[in-house]
């Protein structure tokens, strides 16, 4: 089975600065899908970002952006003019697009920002 | 327009009660999952359906029950719980990407 490791448990930031969050997978597959999910204290799992490994362009979602390193196996996630509100549990995730609909996630990272 | 709901949110109970937590999404997915989220936050598969066919079964005890009556609903029902169930528990959906639904806080006393 893929494995998905984060391997930062806990992180802060200075409101207003930038962090970035780690991610490693392991996969034989060369297509598949990986994604970051953010879980605040009101504990809905909300959807960050979303990448396809066979597209080499880093997503981005507004202050939100990836660091895909396909080679390497790396995922990151860095957050721009960190806001009090990014304060979460995030999760980064993975999805192999042809071995069925299982998803992979990683133990999470707790963010906290600090005003 | 919520896309997966469940229902309930907040769930009290005995031990040895028998509950069940309903869940439904309006994104006409196929696959329809059941995870568990322990108190250090971790997530685990319990079950996953895809086109209310069981296709994933990770190691839960059988008094798990997942339900699927039509593609847009799988339901949980727990029996004879237990102190070690206390839990959140998520349904999620997925064509590519996999939505959550807002999770329901299960405590037993």
């Known amino acids: 089975a893929q494995t998905v490791t984060q391997s930062q448990p806990e992180m802060s930031v200075q409101e207003a600065e930038t962090v970035t969050l780690s991610c490693t997978y392991d996969t034989s597959e060369s297509d598949y899908y990986l994604f970051w999910y953010k879980q605040p204290p009101s504990r809905q799992m909300i959807l960050v970002i979303r990448?396809?490994?066979?597209?080499?362009q880093n997503a981005t979602e507004n202050r939100f952006s990836v660091n895909f390193q396909k080679a390497a196996k790396s995922f990151s996630l860095k957050i721009s003019d960190s806001q009090l509100g990014d304060a979460a549990m995030y999760f980064c995730a993975y999805r192999s697009k042809n071995t069925g609909n299982q998803f992979y996630f990683g133990t999470g990272t707790s963010l906290t920002v600090i005003p | 327009d919520t896309a997966v709901s469940q229902t309930p949110k907040y769930l009290v109970t005995q031990m040895g009660n028998d509950k069940s937590i309903k869940c439904e999404q309006n994104l006409g997915h196929d696959t329809m999952y059941w995870y568990k989220q322990d108190s250090k936050k971790f997530l685990k598969i319990m079950f996953s359906?895809?086109?209310?066919?069981?296709?994933i079964n990770e190691t839960v005890p059988n008094r798990f029950s997942p339900k699927s009556p039509d593609k847009a609903h799988l339901n949980l029902h727990i029996n004879s719980l237990e102190l070690g169930d206390s839990a959140v528990y998520f349904c999620?959906?997925?064509?590519?990407?996999?939505?959550f639904g807002p999770g329901t806080r299960l405590t037993v006393l």
């Open positions: 990448q396809e490994a066979y597209k080499q």
């Open positions: 359906y895809n086109n209310k066919e069981l296709i």
């Open positions: 999620a959906s997925s064509q590519d990407t996999q939505y």
